[in-house]
Each structure stands twice: as C-alpha cells, then as structure tokens.
C-alpha cells in the first residue's frame, strides 16, 4: 500500500485554468505539508496542516488554496494557472509537526503550464 | 540565515568508490535529516540525526550531526549503480518555525 499517494501523477493545463491536485495518506500522521520543487531541484514548504487547522503558511499566492478535509486527506487548489506554476508538487505526512517528526513524500505531481 | 549550503553540488564516480557530501549553515539545527530521490519520485528519507555529534549507520550509509550544529556529512562506501539519484539534506532550524529546510541537493552519477 502506498502511504502517501497524490493524484494526478501529471498535470498538463493552459494559463488561466483552475486545477486541484489531491493527496492522501494512509500512515496515521496527524501533519500534512505541500512542497514545491523546482527546475532546479529546490524543495520549498509551501503549507502544512496538522490535525485539519494550517500551521504553516509560506508566502505562497493567494490562487493556491489548501484545503484539509480530515487529516488524511490534504488538497491543492490553484486559480487561474500561470507560466511560473509549473513545476513538480510533493505531499508529504509526518506523525506530528515539529523537528521529532520525519517527512514522507509522496511521488509528485508534475504540473505543466502552457 | 536558514540557508543549507549542499556540497558538492553534482558528483560523477566509479562503482566501488566512497562518496563524501555535507551541508553546512550560519544557522543552529535541532535536526539533519538525509532523503534520497529517484527521477520521478518523491524524496525518501535515508537517516535522521537529532543530537549533535550523533553519528548513524543505515547499511552502506553514514551520516553524522556536527558538534556545531551547523553542519552534517552524508558518506556512501563502496558505491553501487542503484546509488544514483538527487541526495538532499534537510533539517529543522532551532527557534525557527516547525518546517523543514532543504539543501540544495547533490547529483550522484554512478559509472559502473
């Protein structure tokens, strides 16, 4: 079974549309984190839940909304896509925030805007 | 500030030969955490550290927390194809915020 799992694996969408990508985790984790990874490989913390409420809010866009229905789901809203969207979005779980607590990741959502 | 500074950046080896990267910071760690990702996957967690001067073996791999708490090196003996891939470092900054920081990554080519 996989642990962290996100959907869709790829994403290829025009500027301006509105897309969702979703992220479960099945390991009992109670935090729940969005990454943005780069062209050049940078992983940077976008947002994290723990238990539903959002503890960490980077300086992210307001066209990227999160939304934690319970804390084993964790989803990604983006409006009107642009060009410097594209990139590869990571979900990730840990047990509890904080330094005590490793990431899982899941295997990425590769999002392509044209 | 909370920079990692990953070093080196890419490296290009023979099966067989030891592998050496580290991550240094300006800033104190409360962690260093040592992940490993496969093209197109997600990065997967190879060693955690939580004390300086911690020093932790998962098979083939040693990783080590500086005394400093600045700073952490990842080692790789006798390297095999499957080595290849993007290794980052990553830790939590002390009296930072609860997110977890990322290096840069280092590339390692494996030439069999």
């Known amino acids: 079974d996989t642990a962290v799992s996100q959907t869709p694996k790829y994403l290829v969408t025009q500027m301006g549309n509105d897309k969702s990508i979703k992220c479960e985790q099945n390991?009992?984790?109670?935090?729940m984190y969005w990454y943005k990874q780069d062209s050049k490989k940078f992983l940077k913390i976008m947002f994290s839940?723990?238990?539903?409420?959002?503890?960490i809010n980077e300086t992210v866009p307001n066209r990227f909304s999160p939304k934690s229905p319970d804390k084993a789901h964790l989803n990604l809203h983006i409006n009107s896509l642009e060009l410097g969207d594209s990139a590869v979005y990571f979900c990730?779980?840990?047990?509890?925030?904080?330094?005590?607590?490793?990431?899982?990741f899941g295997n990425g959502t590769r999002l392509t805007v044209t | 500030g909370q920079q990692l500074n990953q070093s080196p950046q890419s490296m290009f080896i023979q099966e067989g030969e030891d592998v050496s990267m580290n991550c240094t910071s300006s800033?104190?760690?409360?962690?260093w955490l040592w992940y490993k990702q496969d093209p197109g996957e997600g990065p997967v967690l190879l060693i955690a550290?939580?004390?300086?001067?911690e020093l932790t073996s998962n098979g083939r791999l040693t990783a080590q927390f500086g005394i400093t708490r600045k700073d952490s090196f990842l080692n790789i003996s006798a390297s095999i194809p499957s080595d290849v891939g993007i290794y980052f470092c990553?830790?939590?900054?002390?009296?930072?915020?609860?997110?977890?920081?990322f290096g840069k990554g280092t590339k390692l080519t494996v030439n069999p």
């Open positions: 990730a779980s840990s047990q509890e925030p904080g330094y005590n607590s490793p990431l899982h």
């Open positions: 390991l009992g984790h109670d935090t």
């Open positions: 839940y723990n238990n539903k409420e959002l503890i």
């Open positions: 800033s104190i760690f409360n962690t």
């Open positions: 550290l939580y004390k300086a001067g």
């Open positions: 990553a830790g939590h900054v002390q009296g930072g915020s609860e997110k977890l920081v």
